[in-house]
């Protein structure tokens, strides 16, 4: 492990600057949360993209969302087989230990795992294809749903059905989740879908009786 460092200066003085500031300002609630666990009301599963910013959109403080990111925001099938499931796994603790009463899935625009989505389902992504990218293999998640877009020339469109696809598809995924099955009869879980529009900070939602997304 001697290629492990130190931080960078810049992040070192960020800290520095954190822990003097707001941290120092919170104390007794970041205590709170050490002493007494967290109780987070809802589980937020989004992209990596550093552009989806969850916690300034909802104005949330710490301790108030448990959240999974991935590539793509995408909840594989349910697959209890025995090998690493790091979603299915984040999800699992969410509803069974934390009781969420909110799983929200949140897309967003210009989303890179998206289009290398669409560019592998086109063919034009050969490396995608290989079983060793860990990429590739992760979108197949959303590939059922290629074939919904595949006929749209507009390409910004395109993108932006896919990507709300893949909010659709982890929906879909989740409810074949046993335990989120039980929840949300129970009426303790209810699922949210949504969909980020970066650039103009609009946010929309997944409306199951319509079918599409409209503004929050
Ligand atoms: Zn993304």
Redesign the pocket.
């Known amino acids: 492990m001697h290629r492990v460092k130190p931080l960078p200066s810049y992040l070192v003085q960020r800290y520095h600057g954190w822990k003097a500031t707001t941290y120092q300002e919170n104390r007794s609630w970041y205590r709170r949360l050490a002493t007494e666990g967290q109780r987070p009301r809802a589980m937020v599963i989004s992209?990596c993209?550093s552009r989806v910013h969850i916690t300034s959109i909802f104005g949330a403080d710490q301790g108030e969302f448990f959240i999974h990111r991935n590539i793509?925001n995408l909840v594989p099938p349910y697959e209890p087989d025995g090998d690493h499931h790091g979603t299915s796994a984040a999800v699992e603790y969410a509803v069974t230990v934390l009781k969420v009463s909110q799983l929200i899935v949140m897309g967003?625009s210009q989303?890179?795992?998206?289009q290398g989505c669409i560019e592998m389902c086109k063919g034009n992504a050969p490396e995608l294809e290989k079983k060793n990218s860990f990429v590739g293999r992760w979108m197949d998640i959303l590939r059922p749903k290629y074939d919904l877009v595949a006929d749209m020339d507009d390409r910004v469109e395109q993108a932006r059905a896919l990507e709300k696809q893949s909010v659709i598809i982890s929906l879909e995924n989740l409810m074949d989740f046993p335990f989120v099955v039980e929840a949300v009869d129970n009426g303790e879980l209810t699922l949210h879908g949504l969909w980020n529009e970066i650039g103009k900070g609009e946010l929309e939602y997944y409306d199951h009786a319509s079918g599409g997304f409209h503004p929050v």
Do not use: K, L, P, T
């Not at 989303?111 to 998206?114: K, P, R, S, V």
């Open positions: 992209c993209d793509a967003h989303c890179g795992g998206i």
